[in-house]
């Protein structure tokens, strides 16, 4: 099942978040050594229909994966607090 993950990828003050590709390898790593699954993070600046995806109004990373059905919500799980300390590392 094809999994997206949206993320907004600016403050409250409109100032896009300045994250490298390498911050989001812990995502990277769980998703392949505890899921078996590749990841795809994307950074789109401007709102957008992205991807053959629905209309995001704002800009974000977004995170492309597949996985099993039954992988989804301990994926999200697993990752979210990942997530978090990534955003909150570069506010």
Known sequence: MNTNITIPAETE???LLDIPRSAWAD???VANEEFGALVNIHFHKEPGAYHGGS???FPHFLIETTL???QVSGFIERIKPIINDVIASHL
């Open 68 to 70: 099993d059905i039954g």
């Open 27 to 29: 995502v990277e790593k």
């Open 55 to 57: 209309l995001i109004p």
């Open 13 to 15: 003050d409109g100032e």
